[in-house]
């Protein structure tokens, strides 16, 4: 029997090997209790291109201090912080990889506000 933690690192490896298979850059999201990280990778794996997060000093005094970066308003701020990196590093197009975590909540207000922000995916 898997444990929960091991169900979802079984489903971000399947969405990654077809991620590889597109040959395209891909978003990666991460997420803890405290904080929500997102990471644009290159298409063969090898470099980061831009990366942001709610541990950052910066977006953190913005969203009010510490404990304040697990909730969807900081999820939206990283992923317009994220979109804004990705474009300036030359990339339009991504895949998103949400590393076996649901589509809901914080996963989907970054997604959502990296696609207004003007990331293709």
Do not use: C, W
Request: hydrophobic residues 40%; without cysteine; proline residues 1%.
């Amino acid at each position: 029997m898997l444990t929960k933690k091991e169900q979802r690192l079984r489903r971000a490896r399947q969405t990654r090997i077809r991620i590889a298979q597109q040959g395209v850059a891909r978003l990666t999201v991460n997420r803890t209790n405290l904080h929500i990280y997102a990471t644009v990778i290159s298409d063969d794996g090898s470099k980061v291109l831009a990366s942001a997060s709610t541990a950052q000093p910066d977006l953190r005094q913005s969203l009010g201090g510490h404990g304040k970066g697990g909730n969807a308003a900081a999820a939206q701020a990283v992923g317009k912080l994220i979109a804004e990196k990705a474009k300036a590093a030359g990339v339009e197009k991504v895949a998103f990889d949400r590393s076996g975590f649901a589509y809901h909540g914080r996963v989907k207000a970054l997604a959502d506000a990296a696609r207004e922000a003007g990331l293709q995916f």
